[in-house]
């Protein structure tokens, strides 16, 4: 049992880390406080045990698979876990610090729920499920939630300097989107067919290339009248 805990742990906790990595090295001109990083991504990881809950109420209550209650619940519990212990702090000064903390929450998020998607096959002993489970999450699940949760931190980034009730209907647009999204690609996936997982792979990738390209726009936007190696 032990065993199976810490693969699961570490193998939930892997693809995040490496997205995060990728996340920090596109963040370098102008990288945040680790200790802040590190406190987005564990806020983002207790929102799982909170969300749980929730969802099994929420599928008692309305039946059948309720995708759309699902995604609701994920990506609000997202955006409270940010707004209550990240995007308040003096160190989010910047639009695209708004992103890259959206997407760290998010990558916190996948990699406790890629906890829990994983620990059923390890502890019947069906490693190879598991090993196809962790590597679908790696390429589908992960940069979902990542990609959701960018949708809010661009509402909030575009929104900075807008008055309280501008930046409240903002965010509200983007966690319409993000939940959208998050609906879209668990109602495909729920299809359970391969033709039905490559369409939602496609879509998730195609939504991560926009991201990152939207991101890079973004900073250079902001950063590009600054002097060489300062913020």
Same mark, same amino acid.
């Given at each position: 049992m032990v065993s199976t805990l810490v693969y699961a742990f570490f193998g939930g906790l892997a693809p995040s880390l490496v997205w995060l990595y990728f996340l920090l090295k596109e963040d370098s001109r102008c990288p945040e406080p680790k200790l802040l990083i590190a406190l987005a991504f564990i806020a983002g990881m207790c929102a799982v045990p909170l969300a749980l809950p929730l969802e099994i109420y929420a599928q008692s209550s309305l039946g059948g698979t309720p995708v759309l209650a699902w995604a609701i619940i994920e990506e609000v519990l997202k955006y409270l876990m940010a707004a209550l212990f990240i995007l308040w702090r003096s160190s989010v000064d910047e639009p /695209?610090?708004?992103? @890259?903390?959206?997407? +760290?929450?998010?990558?916190g998020f996948a990699a406790a729920e890629n906890m829990l998607f994983l620990? *059923?096959?390890l502890s019947a002993g069906q490693f190879a499920l598991g090993l196809f489970t962790g590597d679908q999450r790696f390429v589908g699940a992960t940069l979902l939630h990542v990609t959701a949760s960018s949708l809010v931190g661009f509402s909030l980034? %575009?929104?900075?300097?807008? &008055? /309280? =009730?501008? &930046? @409240? %209907? *903002?965010? +509200? *647009?983007? %966690? @319409? =989107?993000?939940?959208?999204?998050? +609906?879209?690609? $668990?109602?495909? @996936?729920?299809? $359970?067919?391969?033709a039905s997982t490559l369409d939602a792979f496609f879509l998730v990738w195609v939504a991560v290339v926009v991201t990152f390209a939207a991101l890079e726009v973004l900073k250079y936007f902001r950063y590009r009248n600054l002097p060489p190696n300062t913020c």
């Open positions: /695209p610090d708004y992103v @890259i903390y959206m997407m +760290t929450v998010a990558l620990f *059923a096959p980034a %575009l929104s900075s300097a807008a &008055r /309280p =009730l501008q &930046r @409240i %209907l *903002a965010v +509200t *647009a983007g %966690l @319409i =989107l993000a939940i959208a999204l998050h +609906t879209v690609f $668990n109602t495909i @996936i729920m299809h $359970n067919k391969s």
